[in-house]
């Protein structure tokens, strides 16, 4: 079994990460269970830009964000900043979140 973030076994790091999101979208708070698929669990700060493969890493986001991000940072290979790596989670309606 694949062993992810804090020694988890994926499954169980995807089911803490969707109990953290309480099942929605972790930017727009979409709810998982209408979009007629699962989400994805992502890193906030990417693998190659020297994330953390752990439980405070990761995200639940609706494909439509996934799509949007990756848009925009598409082509910027850098190494992250403490502004660009300060990623906001919005996990409470009323948040807000920032990608550099």
């Known amino acids: 079994m694949a062993r992810r973030g804090q020694g988890l076994p994926l499954a169980q790091l995807r089911e803490k990460v969707e109990r953290r999101a309480r ?3 972790e930017y727009c ?3 998982q269970r209408v979009s007629g698929y699962r ?3 992502e890193h906030i700060i990417p ?4 994330g953390a493969d752990s439980l405070s890493n990761r995200a639940l986001p ?3 964000v996934i799509l949007r991000k990756r848009a925009r940072l ?3 290979i850098r190494k992250p ?3 660009s790596a300060s990623l906001i989670r919005a ?3 009323g948040m807000t979140f920032s990608v550099g």
Do not use: D, I, V
């Not at 693998?47 to 020297?50: D, G, P, S, V, W």
């Open 74 to 76: 598409r082509g910027s």
């Open 81 to 83: 900043t403490s502004k």
């Open 23 to 25: 099942w929605r979208c």
């Open 47 to 50: 693998k190659f830009h020297r």
């Open 91 to 93: 996990s409470k309606p």
């Open 29 to 31: 708070h979409a709810p």
């Open 62 to 64: 609706a494909q439509h």
């Open 39 to 41: 989400f994805h669990l």
